[in-house]
């Protein structure tokens, strides 16, 4: 792995890209202590030197290249264990600087795969419309049978279903939409993750503690593609909910919106683990979308949003909001990928106000930001073109406990073809 590549991975995940010391796993753990991660007095601290580096880079790009300098510099030693900040991903500076017919995106209706479960009702009803939404090839419509609205499936049975689905799938396929909400788990996996890496405990964790690195993780189009193929369930707890969440995606495309991202540090300090790499973001989307830094627990009468990250148990004032179509909002606690059972705010919640892609972990992860969508990532990659599975995915390092709900192929910020 060259310097930059390496340097960058290792200055967003820090020493806990692969193991995580006890004495950190108890400073992590949001269930048991109101504690932010280990190293969080250190962000002002790293923000000003982060600020005097960048200060002659006025382009996203360049900001973020100026950043990979200082990072191979030794501005990586200011962080401290577990503490997330994006120091110059090379790859997301390379790619927001070219032009955008310089840029290869693999995942459009071509290339997805619709896994439908023809002994559910509804996976039936939502693969067809989606189907006929997308103009999705009927080649890549696999239809397989297992027992519904159990939010569990066992890794025996997945492991069937998944063999089943590997052998009807075309050559090409890059990604897959998984049409239903339940089951969301396997094991101590997510269904999306499961069925992107095949069941691997490699992805789970004992307690506090980090998993395995997804190698999709700022993944570059230009460099050869990992053998992962992401999933992202068209979720939703009716058909109506999941045809209005269609109709968004399909509405985003091209659309390339004034919207604002609104990335909240909130009164739960446990759950603000992400709040070092809010400026980054800043940067990233300089001139596509405007970014707010707010320190409050809810966004009240918006109708702008295009991004909303922030860390609560559960999130006030969604009925007031209205979000554009394409956009992407997720809340770093628990259980929010426990789609319909959760004693926390269900992802669900989100898409039912109007996002149009959302995220949540299905185990308790403990406050890792790793184990969440990067804020800075997800945005660049989503505002340089690339489709609603593809930025998701590429900004989580550790996604084996987390699942992604939402329309894959939305696009609001690619041309159309």
Same mark, same amino acid.
């Given at each position: 792995?060259?310097?930059?590549?390496?340097?960058?991975? %290792?200055?967003?995940?820090?020493?806990?890209?692969? &193991?995580?010391?006890?004495?950190?796993?108890?400073?992590?753990?949001?269930?048991?202590?109101?504690?932010?991660?280990?190293?969080?007095?250190?962000?002002?601290?790293?923000?000003?030197?982060?600020?005097?580096?960048?200060?002659?880079?006025?382009?996203?790009?360049? @900001?973020?290249?100026?950043?990979?300098?200082?990072?191979?510099?030794?501005?990586?030693?200011?962080?401290?264990?577990?503490?997330? #900040?994006?120091?110059?991903?090379?790859? =997301?500076?390379?790619?927001?600087?070219?032009?955008?017919?310089?840029?290869?995106?693999?995942?459009?209706?071509?290339? !997805?795969?619709?896994?439908?479960?023809?002994?559910? $009702?509804?996976?039936?009803?939502?693969?067809?419309?989606?189907?006929?939404?997308?103009?999705?090839?009927?080649?890549?419509?696999?239809? /397989?049978?297992?027992?519904?609205?159990?939010?569990?499936?066992?890794?025996?049975?997945?492991?069937?279903?998944?063999?089943?689905?590997?052998?009807? !799938?075309? !050559?090409?396929?890059?990604?897959?939409? =998984?049409?239903?909400?339940?089951?969301?788990?396997?094991?101590?996996?997510? #269904?999306?993750?499961?069925?992107?890496?095949? @069941?691997?405990?490699?992805?789970?964790?004992?307690?506090?503690?980090?998993?395995?690195?997804?190698?999709?993780?700022?993944?570059?189009?230009?460099?050869?593609?990992?053998?992962?193929?992401?999933? %992202?369930? =068209?979720?939703?707890?009716?058909?109506?909910? /999941?045809?209005?969440? #269609?109709?968004?995606?399909?509405?985003?495309?091209?659309?390339? $919106?004034?919207?604002?991202?609104?990335?909240?540090?909130?009164?739960?300090?446990?759950?603000?683990?992400?709040?070092?790499?809010?400026?980054?973001?800043?940067?990233?989307?300089?001139?596509?979308?405007? /970014?707010?830094?707010?320190?409050?627990?809810?966004?009240?009468?918006?109708?702008? #949003?295009?991004?909303?990250?922030?860390?609560?148990?559960?999130?006030?004032? +969604?009925?007031?909001?209205?979000? =554009? $179509?394409?956009?992407?909002?997720?809340?770093?606690?628990?259980?929010?990928?426990?789609?319909?059972?959760?004693?926390?705010?269900? &992802?669900?919640?989100? +898409?039912?106000?109007?996002?149009?892609?959302?995220?949540?972990?299905?185990?308790?992860?403990?406050?890792?930001?790793?184990?969440?969508?990067?804020?800075?990532?997800?945005?660049?990659?989503?505002?340089?073109?690339?489709?609603?599975?593809?930025?998701?995915?590429?900004?989580?390092?550790?996604?084996?406990?987390?699942?992604? /709900?939402?329309?894959?192929?939305?696009?609001?910020?690619?041309?159309?073809?």
């Amino acid at each position: 792995m060259r310097l930059d590549e390496e340097t960058a991975r %290792m200055a967003y995940l820090g020493p806990h890209a692969d &193991a995580t010391t006890e004495g950190d796993a108890v400073k992590m753990r949001e269930t048991t202590r109101d504690t932010a991660p280990h190293g969080y007095g250190n962000v002002k601290r790293i923000r000003q030197r982060c600020g005097r580096l960048a200060t002659r880079s006025a382009s996203r790009g360049n @900001f973020l290249v100026a950043l990979l300098h200082a990072s191979a510099t030794g501005l990586s030693s200011l962080i401290g264990s577990g503490l997330l #900040i994006l120091i110059g991903v090379h790859s =997301l500076a390379q790619e927001l600087t070219q032009t955008p017919e310089a840029r290869a995106h693999k995942v459009d209706r071509t290339n !997805i795969a619709v896994i439908v479960n023809e002994a559910d $009702p509804l996976s039936v009803l939502v693969a067809d419309y989606y189907v006929r939404a997308r103009h999705i090839p009927s080649a890549n419509i696999v239809r /397989v049978r297992f027992a519904p609205h159990s939010p569990d499936m066992s890794v025996d049975e997945f492991r069937r279903v998944k063999s089943l689905v590997d052998a009807a !799938i075309p !050559i090409g396929v890059q990604a897959y939409a =998984l049409a239903w909400t339940t089951p969301y788990r396997v094991g101590c996996m997510s #269904i999306t993750s499961a069925f992107a890496f095949g @069941f691997d405990t490699a992805y789970c964790a004992r307690g506090c503690s980090a998993t395995k690195l997804s190698a999709y993780f700022n993944f570059a189009d230009s460099l050869a593609a990992p053998r992962i193929r992401p999933a %992202m369930m =068209l979720a939703g707890r009716s058909f109506a909910a /999941v045809r209005a969440l #269609i109709d968004r995606g399909v509405d985003s495309d091209g659309a390339f $919106p004034h919207g604002t991202a609104y990335l909240l540090l909130t009164t739960d300090k446990a759950r603000d683990s992400r709040v070092p790499i809010y400026p980054m973001a800043k940067r990233v989307a300089a001139g596509l979308v405007d /970014v707010q830094i707010l320190k409050q627990d809810a966004l009240i009468d918006r109708n702008d #949003i295009m991004f909303y990250f922030t860390g609560l148990a559960w999130v006030g004032g +969604l009925d007031t909001l209205r979000f =554009l $179509p394409g956009a992407i909002a997720d809340h770093l606690t628990s259980y929010g990928g426990m789609l319909t059972d959760s004693s926390q705010m269900s &992802a669900l919640r989100w +898409l039912e106000a109007g996002a149009t892609g959302s995220y949540g972990t299905v185990v308790e992860p403990c406050n890792f930001p790793q184990k969440f969508a990067h804020p800075a990532i997800v945005i660049g990659r989503y505002v340089s073109g690339d489709t609603l599975i593809e930025a998701y995915w590429k900004s989580v390092a550790w996604p084996g406990q987390g699942v992604f /709900v939402g329309e894959p192929l939305a696009a609001p910020f690619r041309a159309k073809r």
